[in-house]
């Protein structure tokens, strides 16, 4: 009877860069692993095998056979997320230099989906994990705390976070924008509100109320949107806005995306900004600038978050002591989308 042969699959292994290096399996697996821990030489001439062949290495296989990982997994809501970019542009940054490499994965604000994506990134072995803007129910809870793994938490100020938390509180942000704009004589005041996770959530409203009421204004006028806060979304809103709030003169919008929109429906409709309505928001991304008028904005540290995420995690993963909370402070940035003659 023949013996079963292993079916080829056509791709390139470990093996193959070996033989065609005339080095160990175990140098090569070294170099992609800790390539500071190889020669230049032998590094360049690895690496240039791995690109005649074409091997991709199998990372979810290597982190189980090895104790130490070099993956981080990131979880979002999803990728278009304010400030989703520039924070993983700076997490990036810092941790490539160090042999990390990073993965995400989002859920398109599907809650019932999250626990599942939080045990299918966990099961890739990896050295740890971070949350952006990411709310966790209790399944997905025990998960991390069963991994053992430094858990970082980032976007909101959180009370009790997992492990580690960095953000901005976005209820002293909302009410910084009121107080400044409340003080230029906006009264009639509204807030567009889409779909953000539910502590970024509750922090804005939070500090919508106290503020608004704090200045004898009303808080009524609030939409709350399950749509993703984009463009698209605040160029449909804004009409229905108008229609059941004539009297607006302020409109605050939970993301620079959502009061573009805003102000582009603005536009179309021959409304002139600020001077029949203005326009604010969270966030001072690029598309801020952008704008015409650009957009008064509350700053909100996404790239700092980042980059203290990425310095917080190298630290975890040596086994150093991190502060578990930091909370980074937002600053605002008045341009012409409020401006009073």
Not at 7 to 33: E, F, I, P, Y
Not at 163 to 168: L, S, V
């Amino acid at each position: 009877m023949k013996a079963k042969q292993r079916r080829n699959s056509g791709k390139s292994t470990l093996a193959d860069v070996a033989r065609l290096t005339g080095v160990s399996t175990m140098t090569v697996s070294r170099v992609l692993r800790e390539p500071e821990k190889v020669s230049p030489q032998v590094r360049e001439k690895i690496e240039a095998a791995i690109s005649e062949l074409g091997y991709v290495p199998n990372l979810a296989a290597s982190n189980l056979a090895s104790s130490t990982s070099r993956l981080i997994t990131t979880l979002v809501p999803s990728i278009t997320t304010p400030g989703c970019a520039q924070f993983s542009e700076a997490l990036h940054k810092i941790l490539k230099p160090k042999g990390y490499n990073v993965i995400m994965a989002e859920d398109h604000y599907a809650a019932a989906d999250q626990s599942k994506l939080v045990e299918m990134m966990l099961s890739y072995n990896p050295a740890a994990m971070v949350m952006y803007d990411f709310d966790c129910n209790e399944e997905s809870n025990n998960l991390l705390l069963k991994s053992t793994i430094p858990v970082m938490q980032v976007g909101g100020t959180i009370g009790a976070p997992i492990g580690m938390n960095i953000g901005a509180n976005y209820g002293l942000a909302i009410k910084q924008l009121i107080n400044a704009l409340a003080l230029k004589g906006y009264h009639n005041i509204a807030l567009l509100c889409a779909a953000h996770e539910h502590h970024i959530v509750q922090q804005i409203l939070s500090g919508w109320h106290s503020s608004m009421l704090s200045l004898n204004h009303s808080p009524h006028r609030v939409v709350s949107s399950s749509l993703p806060p984009t463009v698209e979304t605040g160029k449909s809103l804004l009409p229905d806005i108008l229609l059941t709030w004539p009297e607006l003169d302020l409109l605050i919008c939970t993301s620079d995306q959502l009061a573009s929109g805003a102000l582009l429906a603005c536009h179309r409709k021959g409304i002139s900004v600020p001077a029949q309505l203005a326009i604010a928001a969270l966030g001072d991304s690029d598309i801020a600038q952008l704008c015409s008028p650009a957009l008064t904005t509350i700053d909100i540290p996404y790239q700092q978050m980042g980059a203290l995420t990425g310095k917080h995690l190298l630290a975890a993963l040596e086994g150093d002591e991190v502060e578990e909370s930091v909370t980074l402070p937002t600053q605002l940035i008045m341009r012409g989308s409020t401006a009073i003659n």
